[in-house]
């Protein structure tokens, strides 16, 4: 079922949508990121962690499968899980003290982590468009997600 489904024209507004998406998340939650290679989950990232006020680089960490972010008042963890071998890889890395209920853990390729990881607030799934933008389905799976979602309306 899909909750919400936004269309952005091109990275600048696809990383536009991830600034205001992180307004709706209010610093805190479990995002998954789901698509092909190049659809853009990186470049979503991006735009909510500028949302939060980050402005250095923001790269997918592919090879060190995590990426922390301090920010005032709030730790991003942004995962790529794309070379993930093993799931129990991450039982090794100490997973479970990346989801804490004060932190915002947005994960790329998460179907390689099932099923160590906790349950997505809120699943995001980007693919190509036809006229050459992206399409992004928004899907609310918790209490919280719904709520983040409905702020997302406006």
Excluded: C
């Excluded at 993930?84 to 209920?101: A, Q, S, V, W």
């Amino acid at each position: 079922m899909t909750d919400l489904t936004l269309a952005a024209a091109d990275a600048d507004a696809q990383e536009a949508l991830g600034r205001r998406f992180a307004a709706a998340l209010q610093g805190h939650g479990v995002v998954w990121l789901e698509g092909e290679l190049g659809a853009g989950k990186t470049t979503f990232a991006r735009g909510i962690l500028r949302g939060y006020g980050h402005a250095g680089a923001v790269k997918s960490p592919t090879y060190t499968l995590v990426e922390p972010y301090e920010l005032p008042g709030l730790t991003i963890y942004h995962f790529d899980l794309y070379r993930l071998t093993d799931p129990e890889e991450l039982e090794l890395m100490g997973i479970r003290d990346y989801f804490r209920p004060d932190s915002l853990v947005l994960v790329e390729w998460p179907e390689r982590g099932a099923p160590l990881l906790p349950r997505a607030d809120v699943v995001i799934t980007i693919r190509a468009s036809q006229n050459g933008g992206r399409e992004l389905e928004f899907v609310a799976l918790t209490d919280y997600g719904h709520a983040v979602l409905a702020a997302l309306r406006g």
